[in-house]
Nanobody, 124 residues
Framework: QVQLVESGGGLVQAGGSLRLSCTASGRTVTNYAMGWFRQNPGKEREFVAGINRSGNLAYYADSVKGRFTVSRDNAKNTLDLQMNSLKPEDTAVYYC?????????????????WGQGTQVTVSS
């Protein structure tokens, strides 16, 4: 079992930045691809960013490309998401997730473990 806990959410003005962090426990996440998803009430959970096991391949949803950066520290069992140039449409609950899948992992069913989520609100 892997337990994931997100932190760093909050309220920010449009154009601002936030950094989300996810700390894993229970098992080392070295064997897991990691990702960030987000969800608003009544909508499907959507992929935001993912990173492979070693951390040398990151991939993003088109909506955040060029603004968000995902990174991981396997020694610390952590995953981060740096979010810059935030827009009101980035408002959502953000979830950290871990996957045993191979390659680029961007779909909800491909992820095995999920955190509880952290709220990000971007005001206009």
């Amino acid at each position: 079992q892997v337990q994931l806990v997100e932190s760093g959410g909050g309220l920010v003005q449009a154009g601002g930045s936030l950094r989300l962090s996810c700390t894993a426990s229970g098992r080392t996440v070295t064997n897991y691809a990691m990702g960030w998803f987000r969800q608003n009430p009544g909508k499907e959970r959507e992929f935001v960013a993912g990173i492979n096991r070693s951390g040398n391949l990151a991939y993003y949803a088109d909506s955040v490309k060029g603004r968000f950066t995902v990174s991981r520290d396997n020694a610390k069992n952590t995953l981060d998401l740096q979010m810059n140039s935030l827009k009101p449409e980035d408002t959502a609950v953000y979830y950290c997730a871990a996957s045993l899948g191979l390659g680029t992992v961007g779909r909800v069913p491909e992820y095995d473990y999920w955190g509880q989520g952290t709220q990000v609100t971007v005001s206009s």
